[in-house]
């Protein structure tokens, strides 16, 4: 079982940043893949960010505008976004895969553990 713990979500107006933090408990960093998704109201949860053992991945729209790094004495992983923009609102959501076989995980179905998700939203 692993626990999921996101923060750091709230208000910010366009060209501003945000940094996103998740809290593990149950498995180590080193030994899960963590991954980020956001959904936007009426719309489909789409992948933005994983970390696994010497890899980041990244939503090819994004790249540029984001990084992903870990803590892994705190058992954390963070999420910095900059320049955001309106688009970007959306509830962001963090998610576990014990399986770090594999590539990038991108897919939802990959992840068996979520968070309960921490609301962006970028002002115009």
């Known amino acids: 079982q692993v626990q999921l713990v996101e923060s750091g979500g709230g208000l910010v107006q366009a060209g501003g940043s945000l940094r996103l933090s998740c809290a593990a408990s149950?498995?180590?960093?080193?030994?899960?893949?963590m991954g980020w998704f956001r959904q936007a109201p009426a719309k489909e949860r789409e992948f933005v960010a994983a970390?696994?053992?010497?890899?980041?991945d990244y939503k090819d729209s994004m790249k540029g505008r984001l990084t992903l790094s870990r803590d892994n004495a705190k058992n954390t992983v963070y999420l910095q976004m900059n320049r955001l923009k309106p688009e970007d609102t959306a509830v962001y959501y963090c998610?576990?895969?014990?399986?770090?076989?594999?590539?990038?995980?991108?897919?939802?179905?990959?992840?068996?553990?979520w968070g309960q998700g921490t609301q962006v939203t970028v002002s115009s």
């Open positions: 998610a576990a895969a014990t399986s770090i076989a594999g590539g990038p995980k991108t897919v939802l179905h990959e992840y068996a553990y």
């Open positions: 970390i696994r053992p010497y890899y980041t």
């Open positions: 149950g498995r180590t960093l080193s030994s899960i893949v």
